[in-house]
T-cell receptor
């Protein structure tokens, strides 16, 4: 099975500042998808952003963007202009060609007012 | 309209009891999943079904038995509940092999507490 590693259990950022969450993965596949999900205290899983491995251009969704380095198998999430509502657990996820999703252990993000 | 709905949302029960969690998706997806999220918030796949057929059965005690009556439903039955079964159980769905965004959609979770 593929593995997804998030090496930062906890991160903090000042409101309005920028923070980057790290994610690496291990795979032998060439075609796959990567995701970042946000989980607030309500535990609802919310899709933040999605990246297709065959696309070289990094995905962007408003204040959220990724730095996808396919050769390095790295997929980091950058949050710009951090807001209090961004405080949550963030999970990196990998979708295999077999339509299975593997999740990292999560990074808990605190936003400091 | 809720895309993936699961019931109950909260469940408190005694050790040794048997309980079920129901899940339904109205997205027309053909793949459904059960994930378990423990107190450390690790999200682990338990089962995966594609068109009612079991695809993945991770190392899960056989006290856990999924049932998929049709591709829109995937229920989870748990026998002889133990304290360690306390967790949040997420149902999810996605579309197999088609570029529908290839995204997995989650229900709101079922919070199971075994006392």
């Amino acid at each position: 099975a593929q593995t997804v590693t998030q090496s930062q259990p906890e991160m903090s950022v000042q409101e309005a500042e920028t923070v980057t969450l790290s994610c690496t993965y291990d795979t032998s596949e060439s075609d796959y998808y990567l995701f970042w999900y946000k989980q607030p205290p309500s535990r609802q899983m919310i899709l933040v952003i999605r990246q297709e491995a065959y696309k070289q251009q990094n995905a962007t969704e408003n204040r959220f963007s990724v730095n996808f380095q396919k050769a390095a198998k790295s997929f980091s999430l950058k949050i710009s202009d951090s807001q209090l509502g961004d405080a949550a657990m963030y999970f990196c996820a990998y979708r295999s060609t077999g339509n299975q999703f593997y999740f990292g252990t999560g990074t808990s993000l605190t936003v400091i007012p | 309209d809720t895309a993936v709905s699961q019931t109950p949302k909260y469940l408190v029960t005694q050790m040794g009891n048997d309980k079920s969690i129901k899940c339904e998706q109205n997205l027309g997806h053909d793949t459904m999943y059960w994930y378990k999220q423990d107190s450390k918030k690790f999200l682990k796949i338990m089962f995966s079904y594609n068109n009612k057929e079991l695809i993945i059965n991770e190392t899960v005690p056989n006290r856990f038995s999924p049932k998929s009556p049709d591709k829109a439903h995937l229920n989870l039955h748990i026998n002889s509940l133990e304290l360690g079964d306390s967790a949040v159980y997420f149902c999810a769905s996605s579309e197999w092999g088609r570029d529908s965004g290839n995204t997995i959609y989650f229900g709101e979770g079922s919070w199971l507490t075994v006392v």
